[in-house]
């Protein structure tokens, strides 16, 4: 019973972490209460660890790949900070889409967010709009390598507390 609450968490953590809830937080913890909890866990502080590394590893990352990838669309570093900011903004502001929208807003917000910044640094419509599709294109990866930590996570915690 415990092995299979184990996996229901781990697949519920992976299914939230496209949708820009901690979902693999949620893996990481259910690993850990399943060492502290399930009787004969073989999972190991160790392993957990590194589940833990990478979940932080993955959160640094979906933070930095959309400003990496303005910048690499020609945006100022003014851009940069905008498309952070404007995907914070937008995913927790969200869109009134259930089950989706932190992510829309998430995408959106980093796409205006870089557009209005840069426009303010350049005042080129067409510059700034070359950041912003920078920031969007940075925010889908940073949403597609999140995702494949996430697999990752799930991979190591159930291979380790395998029955």
């Given amino acids: 019973m415990a092995f ?20 693999l937080w949620l893996m990481v913890a259910a690993a850990a209460a399943h060492q502290l909890w399930a ?9 957990i660890g590194v589940a833990a590394a990478l979940a932080t590893i993955a959160e640094i990352l979906e933070f ?3 400003v990496k990838y303005t910048k690499k669309h020609g945006g100022s570093k003014r851009a940069g900070w905008g498309a952070l900011l404007g995907g914070l903004v937008g995913a927790f502001m969200g869109v009134p889409i259930p ?4 992510v829309i807003g998430a995408f959106a917000g980093s796409f205006a967010g870089a557009l209005l910044a840069e426009y303010s640094v350049a005042r080129d419509g ?11 294109i940075g925010r889908v990866v940073a949403t597609v390598t999140k995702t494949g930590f996430g697999i990752a996570v799930a991979v190591i915690v159930v291979v380790r507390a395998w029955p």
């Fill in 64 to 66: 930095t790949l959309s």
């Fill in 39 to 47: 009787p004969a866990s073989q999972i190991g502080w160790i392993a």
């Fill in 99 to 102: 089950i989706v929208g932190s």
């Fill in 126 to 136: 067409e510059a700034a709009g070359r950041a912003a599709w920078g920031s969007l």
């Fill in 4 to 23: 299979a609450l184990l996996i229901a968490a781990q697949l519920v953590g992976l299914l939230l972490v496209p949708l820009g809830l901690p979902g």
